[in-house]
């Protein structure tokens, strides 16, 4: 049975493992006069959403899946509507009229559900692609903006394994305004 002092304990160790290693990374960089390493932190969602063109992206989205919601409305009031036509009209069918309008109302439910699944899959789509453009954007501006103010690494700020990180650390605001004058 793992304790809290053994979780403690083990982030203790690699913490101290990721302190050493920064040490013996940065040690020998600064002794041959080379630079030591310069890391960035970068929130992707923070970036994209807070740039022209991910707000453009997000309103175009949103947009897209209001028009879908209200058609899949429609379609399903349309399916409850003929739903409540065949109950109210059970008492005076024959018992093969009400077999086969039943069947077309199953046949109708499997048909809404369909459209339903594909209507789904075309917001994701559309969202895929749409976070896929901005990521390809995103990636140039902050290629370019590493390589010019002498950035080593710069990681993903909701990623799993960053603990911490100095808010100085963060080039999401920076990233963002570089972004939007290079996308009007």
Request: charged share 30%.
């Amino acid at each position: 049975m793992t304790t809290r002092s053994d979780i403690a304990g083990f982030f203790a160790m690699c913490s101290i493992a990721c302190l050493s290693a920064g040490l013996v990374l940065t040690v020998p960089l600064a002794a041959s006069g080379r630079e030591p390493l310069k890391i960035g932190i970068l929130d992707f969602r923070e970036v994209a959403l807070g740039s022209k063109a991910g707000k453009t992206a997000k309103a175009r989205l949103e947009k897209l899946a209001e028009k879908l919601k209200k058609e899949m409305k429609a379609e399903e009031a349309k399916l409850l509507a003929r739903q409540k036509d065949l109950e109210a009209a059970t008492s005076r069918l024959t018992p093969a009229e009400r077999q086969q309008r039943a069947a077309t109302l199953e046949h109708d439910k499997a048909a809404f559900q369909r459209l339903l699944e594909d209507k789904t899959e075309d917001l994701r789509n559309a969202e895929t692609e749409s976070v896929t453009k901005l990521a390809s954007q995103i990636d140039l501006i902050l290629k370019a903006y590493a390589s010019e103010k002498g950035f080593s690494v710069i990681l993903e700020a909701q990623r799993p394994g960053i603990l911490y990180f100095d808010k100085n650390l963060d080039l999401s605001a920076e990233i963002v305004k570089r972004f939007d004058r290079t996308s009007k």
